[in-house]
Nanobody, 121 residues
């Protein structure tokens, strides 16, 4: 499975962006899709994850502002980011979990290449 993320860019604080990530064939065993981010000098962190059954989990800093969704027919996962803040600046990575990893340690099985999001103050 290969993931291709897009939609990053430069936006002013308070603005919005929508990230997209399309998966290649081979997703029949996927249980969940998610987004991580890594800011300069910081560790990579989970932003949001959504199971194919519809259960979504968000990191506290993005709750109420970001929405993760999956279009299974298009094999695409989205991250709608609203009310962006400068601290949201990071490289965002899309991920996929197989069933086993999702119900154990949640470590993603597949990673996309990352897309840069920069929020100016």
């Amino acid at each position: 499975v290969q993931l291709q993320a897009s939609g990053g860019g430069l936006v002013q604080a308070g603005g919005f962006l929508r990230l997209s990530c399309i998966a290649s064939d081979g997703t029949f065993s996927i249980e969940a899709a998610g987004w991580y981010r890594q800011a300069p000098g910081k560790q990579r962190e989970l932003v949001a994850v959504r199971s194919t059954g519809g259960i979504a989990t968000y990191a506290d800093p993005v709750k109420g502002r970001f929405i993760i969704s999956i279009d299974s027919a298009k094999k695409t996962v989205y991250l709608q980011m609203n009310s962006l803040k400068p601290e949201d600046t990071a490289v965002y990575y899309c991920t996929l979990n197989k069933l086993q990893s999702y119900y154990s340690d949640r470590r993603p099985d597949y990673w996309g290449q990352g897309t840069q999001v920069t929020v100016s103050s």
